[in-house]
T-cell receptor
């Protein structure tokens, strides 16, 4: 079945550092790929999305490119801020909206 | 601008007690979902409702029941709570169809003693 493997955390960075969170997937067909973010005490919210191979999703300085050849969707940001501290989830879209989520990666950004 | 609303936010139960988690969405979405979130295990789908009047099991349905009361509301019931059901529960909705993004509620933190 479908599965998502995320880079294990936690990840701790200094402000303005470069961020990469790795995500690889196994899927039948060609699902959409998502990154969701969860701030403390809140539900998940969509960060960015890509619907087909070579698409790049971007939002709030974050980017991820749908790589079919490596089955990857790594999340990147050039300069993180303290406010980016959160848990990040990679997810596969599925039938009837049933998404498959990775385990989540906790990011802490220190001033 | 409410989106997906879940109640309660926190709940403590004793083993064997029952309770219902409520969820409502105001986006006219067709599909609704219940997930549980456990440390190191990501989100796992408990039940979903692809459309009003239908419900189906997800990955971890044992010990739970659901009701799609109408298009807006989707409740999750624990008939006899067990400590293994201690978790954070999230309700979500989507427009329906394949590969749709999900909109989440803020969660219910449930402890079963």
């Amino acid at each position: 079945g479908d599965s998502v493997t995320q880079m294990e955390g936690p990840v701790t960075l200094s402000e303005e550092a470069f961020l990469t969170i790795n995500c690889t997937y196994t899927a039948t067909g060609y699902p959409s790929l998502f990154w969701y973010v969860q701030y403390p005490g809140e539900g998940l919210q969509l960060l960015l999305k890509a619907t087909k191979a070579d698409d790049k999703g971007s939002n709030k300085g974050f980017e991820a490119t749908y790589r079919k050849e490596t089955t990857s969707f790594h999340l990147e940001k050039g300069s993180v801020q303290v406010s980016d501290s959160a848990v990040y989830f990679c997810a596969l879209g599925g039938n009837a909206g049933k998404s498959t989520f990775g385990d989540g990666t906790t990011l802490t950004v220190k001033p | 601008n409410a989106g997906v609303t879940q109640t309660p936010k926190f709940q403590v139960l004793k083993t064997g007690q029952s309770m219902t988690l409520q969820c409502a969405q105001d986006m006219n979405h067709n599909s609704m979902y219940w997930y549980r979130q456990d440390p190191g295990m990501g989100l796992r789908l408990i039940y979903y409702s692809a459309s009003e009047g239908t419900t189906d099991k997800g990955e971890v349905p044992n010990g739970y029941n659901v009701s799609r009361l109408n298009k807006r509301e989707f409740s999750l019931r624990l008939e006899s709570a067990a400590p293994s059901q201690t978790s954070v529960y999230f309700c979500a909705s989507s427009e329906g169809g394949n590969n749709e993004k999900l909109f989440f509620g803020s969660g219910t933190q449930l402890s079963v003693l």
